[in-house]
């Protein structure tokens, strides 16, 4: 009995369904859509739409300055990413370095005050049976300045000398040009000079007779003289030692009792000996 009534009602509500249900369009191959939610509108035609395209007007801009750009400053290194190694170029690798000007140290000295002694004769008595007086030797004692406006390869400079001599007091002042070869090394600087001097002596200048003492008196004095020697620096420092040896001819003028109006040449070679500061 059960059963019958289930199959009873499944057949009497097939129908109802069906009326209920409205009947959809036909699609294109005669299939019926169930649901008119999903069924296909038509659309219209698209209608192309043309945009009008706008023409650039030229606008006139005064030149104004462009301000440099800011540098780039890292506040920190450290985080910032390190950047790729550049290969070294060939190119910079083939350039050659200008050569550099020497440092101050490796110049010669350009002032030096120096301490200069040297021996120069006079007669010493009136000449005994012919025209040549005995003569004697007199050590003087000087300070010289020298001063090179040119002190390289080359050294030019004008040299001022002031000696003493003790015995009889005499003195004699000279200026001079002076004229060498360097070779600037650093801390050592050899070099070789001459020069050429003039100035007054205070030698016995008039020999009289043996009852009439010697005059004593000014007198013109050139020299020429030769150096060897080198400029030692203290250190990194500008100052120098400087010493020296060489040779001085020196002649002045003299006269005798024989022939007054007779003047004479006196000359005579020494060693001489030069130590003193530059810088």
Not at 29 to 46: L, T
Not at 178 to 191: A, C, E, K, M, S
């Amino acid at each position: 009995m059960g059963r019958l009534a289930v199959v009873l009602a499944f057949v009497l509500a097939a129908p109802l369904a069906g009326a209920q249900t409205p009947a959809g369009p036909a699609g294109p191959a005669g299939d019926v859509e169930d649901d008119p939610a999903f069924a296909r509108q038509p659309q219209p035609p698209a209608v192309p739409v043309s945009v009008p395209v706008p023409v650039p007007v030229p606008v006139q801009v005064e030149d104004e300055p462009v301000p440099d750009p800011i540098p780039y400053v890292e506040e920190d290194p450290g985080f910032s990413p390190a950047a790729p190694t550049a290969a070294p170029s060939t190119s910079l690798a083939a350039r050659t370095r200008r050569r550099a000007p020497p440092p101050d140290d490796s110049i010669g000295i350009g002032v030096r005050f120096a301490y200069k002694t040297v021996a120069i004769p006079e007669p010493s008595a009136p000449p005994a049976g012919g025209t040549e007086p005995p003569f004697e030797d007199d050590r003087f004692h000087g300070l010289c300045l020298d001063v090179y406006p040119i002190a390289w390869y080359a050294r030019i400079g004008l040299s001022t000398q002031v000696a003493f001599e003790p015995r009889q007091n005499d003195w004699f002042a000279t200026e001079g040009l002076v004229l060498g070869l360097q070779r600037p090394t650093g801390r050592f600087t050899p070099f070789v000079e001459g020069g050429a001097h003039v100035g007054l002596i205070r030698r016995t200048f008039y020999l009289f007779d043996e009852r009439i003492p010697a005059q004593t008196s000014p007198t013109i004095l050139w020299a020429f003289h030769g150096e060897v020697g080198v400029d030692a620096r203290f250190g990194r420092g500008s100052v120098a030692a400087t010493v020296a040896v060489g040779l001085q001819r020196s002649s002045f003028f003299y006269t005798t009792g024989i022939d007054p109006d007779k003047l004479l040449v006196k000359d005579d070679t020494a060693v001489t000996l030069k130590v003193g500061l530059g810088y």
